[in-house]
């Protein structure tokens, strides 16, 4: 048998500071709402010897095998109780719902102090009247696959495992259940193409993802992120390559997880379905503070980062700013484009003037 | 109440305005006319249009060649949403309640997942090629995406009403479906009808000449 | 409003039939005949996508045919069809598009782009948005007879030099003839090896043929102008001649349009069907070997390919017999990827060799001929229109490459087995 360990520590006592300090301002905030635990006040104080409580010891199958024997067909069909059900639902209120909240909350708080205190990051030569090609359609739809079902699974599932405490307070039960079945069903039958996309993905970005020399160079000096230089860096820096590896690995255990818990079909038992949940939540809210970062930069937080992705073309001085190697080996191969040209390439555009008809030679 | 008016005559409203659209759509295209061929024929019009109809379900060499993806997604989003249309259990259930009162086999459940999934995978990624591949983006209007908008939004309430559990969940998925039947005649959603015109018409000009097209 | 403005508008209004509503009704903007077009693939500027080049009768049908449209008009919301239109579209109506017909076989709801781009261009001459060299040549053939402005005296200064050089008889306006004979001015003037080598195969072949010395001119400018007046009034000439001199068929020479606007839109110009048959020279050709009256010797040993002309084969259907003619003649005739119905225009057809103004695109545009030209690994590419030759010929000399264009008919006449021995 498989004992899930995760499920054995009981609180959340801090083994660093950090921990410490974030249990803190969590502690110090009113969670009521999350930890109430529905146990009878009506219990009494005092132990009675319950002559019910050697039966219950033995179907809670503390000490024996967790299994019996049954006629009934089917997973986890002998277990009349399972034992690990609590621990695992305590993690959930204790743990899991208050320190994955707060750390997300965490995470936007930080950017926006980082925002306050560098604004964007602009393109120090401003913008260049020239552009190189950095993503192909076919790239920029993956990618925006990936992006709308990424934010449609991450929205239904902060839903479903925040709702109780955040939600139910400000709509009331009965439209929260509504809510909560709707997203349910979302979650489960969008969630396999989270699959899809990531095999996507995984196949298209590999190759420029491996990482390569200058890449722990640009950890050491921080990615430009701490001072103010710009670090150099190839078609990928450092910081996206390991966003992609975590997106592939961590993707890995969110996709495997939830097929796990979405289709019953592999004979998994309900611990095991304890402990996808668990991988599931963990693997999910770490994704989903990653990607708020990778928002931050694409939107308010880098001018020109979010262009390639949305046109397919980049500005030359943000390339040679931000990808200063792929920059330079493009640019030596010619691939640098004038501002008009992409415009035409890509927009509604009028026709060069040697085709216009004002160039009409009349009588010929 | 609300939910009585979405069972009721607005149902019966969308219903009838996309019939009776439909219908005057199809018969305005086809009193415009068509001048008759006089060229002697080389081949025959009737087959040519026949063969036309169903030839272009597959596509030339020349377009497979360039972008897969937008092609790949075409035949998933559309099968898929026929699969579900036409062979999910409570739609029969309610086309046999509310339509007809026939009813056929449904698909089994595991299909009726396959199918969604590549509807939604096929619908999102035809409309990320609609405004991100450059043709695309220039070709397209304000109808293109509306239509877009409303088939997504009817398959994803009804997506959300899996569960089968709760009435407003259904009444969402309802009137979205309504919207988009009362939208359908003047759009071109009506592209599910006149591509049989288009591909005859055509069909029969080529097939008179002898082309296979 | 001018008024030539709007009785373009009042044309391009009459074109909108059951078939332009069906088609403007189908289409999904899915952007799949831009991989068709050769305009768009050799420069990968979106606005030569097909379907884009329609936008002026799109904007017309859809203010007058549909709800919306409809409903905008009567607001005073939508804006109607300008001048401006026409002129910002004149040059991808004219320019960007041969009328080759790819787009109308790849598109997945059946649209036939190609008849839609013809009709648009109908509102468009009326409306005087026409390159000058189009409507030079439209005007040329009205008064003159042909395009580049060939009058009989020519044709009969080139007979001739072609009766001189075979030494047979070139038969002109002979009453009760079997078959009448058409050429394109481009044969007149460039390639005058076709009148002689169809004198030498129909001697050989005991065909009965005649010229007529008042319709010899097959090229049609109206066609691909857009101008459906005066393309009647050229192929009425034809008919005309014919019924006078009485023939059973009129024979379509090489020229890919010529053989459009005789056999196919020529009835339907001027509203009635014709007392005699059309063909084109190659299905005569393949018509006499079957018949075993064209017999052919010896067989070229140089590998060879075949460039199929638009408009006779993916708009014309004559696909099988240039095939056929060529096997017989040449050991190795290796097909271009490609091939047939799907393949790739030579860049001048539907006026644009015409145009002056549209060389330099139509010569990118040849980027594709020579690409598959290069994959085919052909040093010898057999043509069956004049104007693709002329066309092709521009190209392979601007990218300096070495191929030779032969004509099909041309290639035949050399491996003619003449009264028993070989030419």
Redesign the interface.
């Known amino acids: 048998m498989i004992r899930p360990k995760i499920l054995q520590f009981d609180d959340g006592d801090g083994r660093s500071a950090g921990w410490l300090l974030l249990l803190l301002i969590l502690y110090s905030l009113p969670l009521d709402t999350i930890a109430k635990e529905p146990i009878s006040k009506d219990l009494p104080a005092a132990a009675v010897l319950n002559p019910a409580a050697e039966l219950w010891r033995d179907v809670r199958q503390r000490d024996q095998p967790t299994t019996g024997s049954t006629q009934v067909r089917g997973v986890d069909s002998g277990v009349l109780i399972n034992a690990y059900g609590d621990q695992w639902r305590k993690f959930r209120m204790q743990q899991l719902i208050p320190v994955g909240g707060y750390a997300l909350m965490g995470i936007v708080i930080a950017l926006a102090v980082f925002y306050l205190m560098r604004g964007k990051v602009p393109i120090e030569g401003s913008e260049s009247d020239k552009k190189l090609p950095r993503y192909s359609?076919?790239e920029?739809?993956?990618h925006?696959?990936m992006a709308?079902?990424f934010l449609f699974l991450a929205i239904t599932g902060l839903i479903l495992l925040f709702g109780r405490p955040v939600l139910i307070p400000m709509l009331g039960k009965e439209a929260f259940?509504?809510l909560a079945?709707?997203?349910?069903?979302?979650h489960n039958?969008?969630g396999?193409?989270f699959l899809?996309a990531l095999i996507l993905v995984f196949s298209q970005f590999v190759r420029r993802n491996i990482y390569q020399k200058g890449d722990l160079n640009w950890l050491l000096k921080g990615g430009g992120i701490v001072g103010k230089k710009h670090v150099s860096s190839n078609f990928f820096n450092m910081g996206e390559k390991t966003m992609f590896w975590m997106l592939v690995f961590v993707g890995a255990v969110i996709v495997i997880s939830g097929l796990v818990l979405v289709f019953p079909l592999f004979g998994q038992g309900r611990e095991w379905m304890e402990l996808a949940h668990v991988g599931h939540a963990i693997g999910a809210l770490l994704m989903i503070g990653v990607i708020i970062g990778h928002i931050y930069i694409g939107t308010i937080g880098m001018q020109g980062a979010i262009e390639g992705m949305k046109t397919?073309y980049c500005d030359l001085n943000w390339a040679k700013e931000h990808h200063d190697l792929w920059a330079g080996r493009a640019e030596e191969r010619g691939e640098a484009l004038s501002n008009e040209e992409v415009a035409?390439?890509?927009?509604?555009?009028?026709?060069p003037s040697?085709?216009?008809?004002r160039?009409?030679?009349?009588?010929? | 109440m609300i939910g009585q008016f979405i069972d009721g005559p607005l149902w019966t409203f969308s219903l009838t305005v996309f019939l009776i659209g439909v219908v005057w759509r199809i018969a305005a295209i086809l009193m415009a006319g068509k001048r008759p061929d006089l060229a002697t024929p080389k081949g025959s019009a009737g087959a040519g249009a026949l063969r036309a109809v169903f030839s272009r379900f597959l596509p030339e060499r020349t377009v497979t060649t360039q972008g897969r993806l937008p092609l790949i997604a075409g035949y998933l989003f559309h099968l898929g949403l026929f699969a579900l249309l036409f062979f999910a259990q409570p739609h029969i259930d309610f086309i046999a309640e509310k339509i007809t009162g026939l009813s056929w086999p449904a698909m089994p459940h595991w299909a009726f997942i396959v199918a969604a999934e590549f509807a939604f995978a096929g619908l999102i990624l035809l409309w990320l090629h609609r405004i991100l591949h450059p043709v695309t983006r220039l070709l397209s209007d304000l109808d293109d995406h509306i239509g877009a908008v409303l088939v997504f939004l009817v398959m994803l309430t009804g997506c959300l009403a899996l569960a089968q559990a709760f009435e407003p969940l259904r009444l969402i998925h309802l009137l979205s479906a309504e919207l988009l039947l009362i939208y359908f005649p003047f759009s071109k959603l009506m592209h599910a009808f006149t591509f049989v015109m288009s591909r005859s018409y055509t069909g029969a000009t080529m097939g008179r000449k002898g082309v296979n097209a | 409003m001018s008024e030539p403005f709007d009785q373009g508008v009042q044309v391009l209004r009459q074109q909108i039939d059951a078939g332009i509503s069906a088609y403007f009704s189908s289409c999904v903007h899915c952007g799949l005949c831009a991989e068709a077009c050769l305009f768009y693939t050799e420069t990968d500027n979106p606005r030569y996508t097909p379907i884009h080049k329609l936008e002026p009768m799109k904007k017309l049908w859809r203010r007058e045919h549909t709800f919306w449209g409809k409903l905008g008009a009567l607001l005073g919301l939508s804006e109607p069809l300008t001048e401006a239109d026409f002129s910002e579209w004149e040059t991808l109506v004219y320019d960007s598009c041969t009328l080759c017909g790819r787009c109308s076989m790849v598109c997945p709801v059946g649209n036939d782009i190609t008849d839609m781009i013809r009709k648009q261009r109908e509102g468009f001459s009326a409306a005087g948005y026409a390159p000058e060299g189009m409507k030079e040549a439209t005007r040329r053939a009205l008064e003159i007879g042909s395009p580049m402005g060939v009058t009989y005296a020519t044709l009969k200064a080139a007979l001739a030099h072609v009766e001189k050089d075979t030494g047979l008889n070139v038969p002109v306006d002979r009453q009760g003839a079997d078959y009448m004979t058409l050429f394109s001015s481009m044969e007149v003037v460039n390639f005058p090896e076709y009148i002689a080598a169809i004198t030498r195969i129909f001697h050989a072949a005991g065909v009965s043929w005649t010229i007529s010395s008042e319709a010899f001119e097959a090229t049609n400018s109206g066609i691909q102008i857009g101008n459906k007046d005066a393309a009647a009034e050229l192929v009425n000439r034809v008919v005309t001649a014919a019924e006078k001199l009485g023939v059973k068929s009129v024979i379509s020479p090489e020229c890919g349009h010529a053989y459009m606007a005789i056999r196919w839109e020529g009835p339907n110009l001027i509203d009635r069907a014709y007392p005699f048959e059309v063909v084109h020279i190659l299905e005569l050709l393949d018509q006499l070997k079957a018949e075993g009256r064209l017999r052919l010797a010896s067989k070229e040993n140089t590998p060879m390919t075949l460039h199929d002309p638009c408009q006779i084969v993916r708009r014309g259907g004559v696909i099988q017999p240039p095939r056929e003619l060529l096997n017989s003649v040449a050991e190795h005739f290796i097909e271009m990827k490609d091939h047939g119905v799907m393949n790739w225009c030579c860049g001048g057809g539907g006026g644009v060799s015409a145009n002056e103004r549209a060389e330099p695109l139509r010569l990118q545009a040849f980027n594709r001929k020579k690409q598959q030209l290069d994959e085919s690994g052909v040093d010898t590419m057999v043509t069956a229109c004049a104007n693709c030759r002329i066309i092709l010929e521009e190209g392979i000399e601007h990218n300096e490459m070495d191929t030779a264009v032969i004509s099909l008919t041309e290639l035949i006449a050399d491996h003619l087995l003449e009264g028993g021995k070989e030419n």
């Open positions: 359609t076919y920029r739809m993956i925006w696959f709308s079902i259940s509504i079945s709707a997203c349910k069903e979302g039958l969008i396999p193409l899809f397919g035409q390439l890509t927009h509604n555009h009028p026709l040697s085709l216009g008809v160039t009409q030679e009349a009588g010929k």
